[in-house]
């Protein structure tokens, strides 16, 4: 019996690969995690988005989302009650930046098995097709594995780039979201966003949720268990951030993103 979500909606998250929008929390919540990530990047002369992996932890409020009740009950319908929080990227794009996200599959890059990640996109903006919402192919997480190129375009906001360009993106849908709510995509779903070309900023938080018996395929890593219980002991505990910004976490948050873009480690994309 699913805790939050319908059987109707569950069937089109089996059939396509996503559900949005959903609601997630208050916009006074939203603004407050946007003031967090100004005075981040006033304080370290750099953006908490150019961390690729694991920003939320940089943030006792974006740590303590992760626990979040309203996100967790529909997370617990997707993937069953037993949940760690395995990575997270705030994704940050100015106005009329440029920056983009081409069409990939997470699946490809974040060395787990089986491939039951589900991505809780949290909008801390509005965030609308003009401004750069994120789009999926529907129904492309039940297809094959893609080749991704790996082009390190400036203004590509992935790790590496990377893109997969042999695809029929004809049919797509867009997950429009007002601030404070949220969408979720699977692992393997196409997926990527255009540039923004509004006036506003548009920012959300990605968190990254696997069921405790997703393993890590390129050596031992560190995770949350943000729900449930732990029975198969994959992963090692994250730091839990102190106070309103933990300095002493960016160290491992680096470590984080430097293995998730270090050559040595092969990803499906590059076997
Ligand atoms: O924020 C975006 O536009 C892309 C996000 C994304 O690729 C993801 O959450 O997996």
Redesign the pocket.
Known sequence: MPKVLTEDQLQFYRDNGYLAPLDGIDPVTAAAMRDDLDAFAAAQGMSAGDLNMKGHLCFRRSYDITFDDRILDVVEDLIGPNIMAFAS?F?I?KSRDGT??SW?Q?SAYFGLDPHELV?V?LALTD?TPDM???KVIPGSHRGKTYGHEETFHEKN??ARGQAINEIDDSNFDYMALKAGQFSC?HERIV???DANDTDGD?I?L?V?FIPTHVKSTIGRRTACLVRGVDEHGHWDADPEPQGRFDNDIIDHIRTASQRYVDPQYVQEADA
């Open positions: 990227r994704w794009k983009y996200v990939h997470d991505t996109w965030a750069g919402c994120m906001l992935l995509h997926h990527g966003s548009r959300g990605g990254f």
